[in-house]
């Protein structure tokens, strides 16, 4: 099996006093899709079955109580998913090859695959179409849709006739483009070609449009746009300086927008790393602007010992709740909403690193009915009941300086710059440890020690295969 999941990265401060409730914990996984109708939970996570050779797993939950209902083998990892409730079809975007992808399961990853279609009447009947017994832990056959290009996301359209797939052309120069499949004819019936690279896709509030993330530019900036489906027409395009990594709808239109400001300058020594949330607030590696689309405007979060780094967004279906987490790091911040389309408009309610202990951070899962929260590493929190006091500690004597383009955690006493590499991210981002593999433990990097409560483990994330790696910055190329 791959290893332990998301853990505290490299650049993430060592735990504070924001330790928050913890809901219940399920296995890790790397996508997750629901049903609510039905009340059920699907996630998907990695099989390994030597060195080189990793697969998927599917588990079903039941709601809200999270209750294992089956557990099935897949012929393919997946790393995003949707959900066709009235047809009682799933939708996996797959992985060739999840060894030279080199996910980070903290991430809402891509990768190149193609589409894996899972009839689910079978998983809950307990038997195939000829009437055959589905045992748990079987295999488990889908209908494939050819991509074998690089696929960034999947939507469905309201009344369940279009797949949407967000995908990067392998041939150069490359480009991406929104592809349409036909869900009855199970094919690609149109696509188009978009004016940017572009990295991510959501489905906008009015559920017939799409939202586009495009990528980080070598203007340092990237935009977000509006995808038309009806006209098939990229429109509306806001510009940020820095890198977009995700954006929450907002009902009546626009979102919320996370942007990372462009990395300093290589060369000299940079200053000491923003704070967030202020004085005894947690020092992160990489700190996200939010920004409502509507007018690229600030948000100005005001005073708090904030705990995320604001790279993933998510609201409730009322956007009375804004959930913050921390791109590959630690912290999840939840705002009361008393205004959304105000910059001044949140008012933070709960801030926590921890749950019961577990390491809180990286992209979630809300599930629709904006009653829970699922992060990749199996940690469930009830958003009616998250507590916390607030972020973590600065180390004692302060600390020191973090070199360009991000680093490591500032070593308690202070002074000093933290030298590149040794496991720690280099100036500008990128790469992954030396080691991945370890034959002498079956093909996995062995799982840290347990960590104890409040004070989580540090090591770098693993992924698929073994593979040890690093936090990177989104806009490194």
Do not use: C, W
Not at 248 to 255: F, W, Y
Not at 262 to 280: H, K, R, T
Not at 419 to 448: E, R
């Amino acid at each position: 099996m791959p290893g332990p999941g998301p853990q505290p990265g490299p650049g993430d401060p060592p735990a504070g006093n924001g330790d928050g409730n913890l809901k219940l914990k399920i296995e890790g996984f790397y996508t997750a899709a629901f049903d609510s109708e039905k009340k059920e939970v699907y996630t998907i996570d990695a099989r390994q079955l030597d060195p080189r050779t990793v697969k998927g797993s599917l588990r079903r939950y039941s709601y809200p109580d999270f209750k294992t209902l089956n557990r099935f083998k897949l012929p393919q990892l997946g790393v995003r998913a949707t959900l066709d409730a009235k047809a009682g079809l799933l939708y996996v975007a797959t992985v060739t090859n999840p060894i030279a992808a080199q996910l980070d399961q903290r991430d809402n990853a891509s990768a190149s695959g193609d589409i894996a279609i899972y009839d689910l009447k079978p998983i809950r009947d307990g038997k195939t179409a000829d009437g055959k017994v589905l045992d748990d832990g079987s295999e488990l056959k889908p209908v494939l849709i050819s991509v074998k290009q690089m696929i960034h996301a999947i939507e469905l359209s309201a009344d369940g006739k279009m797949l949407y797939v967000l995908i990067t052309g392998s041939a150069l120069p490359k480009k991406s483009y929104v592809v349409v499949i036909d869900t009855e004819l199970r094919k690609e019936t149109s696509r188009k070609v978009l004016p940017e690279l572009a990295k991510d896709m959501a489905k906008a509030s009015d559920g017939k449009n799409l939202l586009i993330i495009e990528e980080f530019a070598k203007t340092k900036t990237a935009s977000v746009l509006t995808f038309d489906t009806a006209a098939m027409a990229a429109i509306n395009p806001v510009s940020f300086s820095g890198a977009v990594v995700d954006v929450a709808p907002l009902i009546g239109g626009g979102a919320m927008v996370s942007v990372l400001p462009p990395a300093p300058p290589a060369g000299g020594v940079g200053g000491p790393p923003m704070q967030p949330g202020g004085p005894g607030a947690p020092v992160h590696q990489f700190n996200f602007k939010m920004f409502l689309l509507k007018g690229s405007t600030e948000m100005d979060l005001g005073v708090g010992n904030r705990s995320a780094n604001n790279g993933y967004l998510e609201y409730d279906p009322d956007n009375k709740r804004l959930f913050v987490s921390s791109y590959r790091g630690q912290g999840l911040d939840v705002y009361e909403v008393a205004d959304a389309t105000a910059a001044n408009g949140l008012k933070l309610k709960s801030s926590i690193r921890t749950a019961k202990g577990e390491f809180v951070g990286g992209h979630f899962f809300s599930v629709p009915d904006g009653k829970t929260l699922m992060f990749h590493n199996g940690v469930v929190i009830d958003t009616n009941n998250v507590i916390g006091s607030g972020g973590g500690v600065i180390p004692p004597g302060g600390g020191g300086v973090i070199p360009p383009g991000g680093g490591g955690v500032i070593p308690p006493g202070g002074g000093g710059v933290i030298p590149p590499g040794g496991g720690v991210v280099p100036p500008g981002g990128g790469g992954v440890v030396p080691g991945g593999v370890n034959p002498g433990m079956g093909g996995v990097i062995p799982p840290p020690p347990p960590p104890k409560k409040g004070k989580p483990t540090n090591p770098a994330p693993v992924g698929p295969g073994g593979a040890a790696t690093t936090p990177s910055r989104p806009d490194a190329t």
